[in-house]
């Protein structure tokens, strides 16, 4: 084996280790940020945004969609493990989806088109997807998967979005009134604040 390869065999293998540092450290972040939760006044009170995509679309943007997925998958993992289940892993799984739906696409986005518009254009294509994907998963996955798990009617849930939010009378109600503007407020913000800080912290990524 020539020099010239034992060097790019030791670059792969440090840039290898580094990937695999990084997936750690940001899927532990966003383990940590799972656990601080906001409620929202217009919808029930199991619908609370927290920021934990933050770490995971910054990994995207940094090493790839691969990597958010892997960071996302992780992250869903370690919070079952950690807090356990009430919907059998079903909710997990559709957690994962839609996580997925809003980090993979700006990250696949953002890797053809490196620059500020392509971050915002990503950012902005994958809240529209989270946002709609959320809305089908949650009607047909996740609210009949939390109604089986507490031994509760779709209707009980439909009411109890009704008491925080008048305009929420029915599935399809509580889908538009509740569901999406959850996914869409929480699509924002995470690119918000992905867009004010990953300019300062890329550097530290790209650090050999």
Request: net charge positive; with cysteine.
């Amino acid at each position: 084996m020539s020099t010239q390869t034992n060097a790019a065999f030791r670059r792969e293998s440090r840039t290898d280790i580094r990937r695999i540092v990084q997936i750690g450290m940001l899927s532990g972040i966003a383990v940590v940020l799972m656990l601080f939760e906001v409620p929202l006044p217009f919808a029930p009170s199991f619908y609370e945004i927290d920021f934990s995509e933050v770490p995971v679309m910054i990994g995207c943007f940094v090493m790839g969609p691969l990597a958010g997925a892997i960071i996302e998958l992780i992250k869903i993992l370690l919070n079952l493990v950690v807090n356990g289940t009430i919907t059998a892993g079903v909710g997990e799984a559709a957690n994962f989806v839609i996580g997925c739906a809003l980090c993979v696409p700006a990250g696949r986005i953002y890797q053809k088109n490196h620059t500020r518009t392509g971050a915002l254009i990503g950012m902005a294509v994958g809240t529209v997807v989270m946002t709609v994907l959320g809305c089908f998963i949650n009607a047909w996955i996740l609210l009949p998967a939390y109604g089986a798990a507490f031994g509760m009617p779709i209707e009980a849930l439909v009411e109890m979005g009704t008491a925080v939010n008048a305009h929420i009378t029915s599935l399809s109600t509580f889908v538009i009134f509740a569901v999406a503007p959850f996914n869409l407020l929480k699509g924002v913000l995470v690119s918000l604040v992905v867009f004010l800080i990953y300019k300062k912290i890329r550097p530290i990524f790209k650090m050999k």
